[in-house]
Nanobody, 125 residues
Framework: QVQLVESGGGLVQAGGSLRLSCVVS????????MGWFRQGPGKEREFVAG????????NYADSVKGRFTISRDKAENLMYLQMNSLKPDDPAVYYC??????????????????WGQGTQVTVSS
């Protein structure tokens, strides 16, 4: 069983930065592709970014390219999402997720097997 816990959310002004973290309980974490998703008020959950098990491949939603950076520290079972230049469109609950099947990060929610509880990001204008 894999457990994921996100942290790092909070309130930030537009244009500011936050770094989200996701800690994974599984000892086999290093084998898994992982991703970040978000769900804003009244919106469907959407893909934000993903990273291969080796950390050598990443995939981003167009809306965050150039502003967000996904990374992982396999030794510490951690994954990060560095969010810069935050915009009024970015507020949401951000979730980390694990895909135990695919090597390349997928954007479809259905491809991910395990999810965290989410961390809230709020952006003030």
């Amino acid at each position: 069983q894999v457990q994921l816990v996100e942290s790092g959310g909070g309130l930030v002004q537009a244009g500011g930065s936050l770094r989200l973290s996701c800690v994974v309980s599984s000892r086999t974490f290093s084998r898994y592709t992982m991703g970040w998703f978000r769900q804003g008020p009244g919106k469907e959950r959407e893909f934000v970014a993903g990273i291969t098990w080796g950390g050598d491949g990443t995939n981003y939603a167009d809306s965050v390219k150039g502003r967000f950076t996904i990374s992982r520290d396999k030794a510490e079972n951690l994954m990060y999402l560095q969010m810069n230049s935050l915009k009024p469109d970015d507020p949401a609950v951000y979730y980390c997720a694990v895909d135990t099947v695919h090597r390349w990060p997928q954007s479809r929610i259905s491809e991910y097997d395990y999810w965290g509880q989410g961390t809230q990001v709020t952006v003030s204008s």
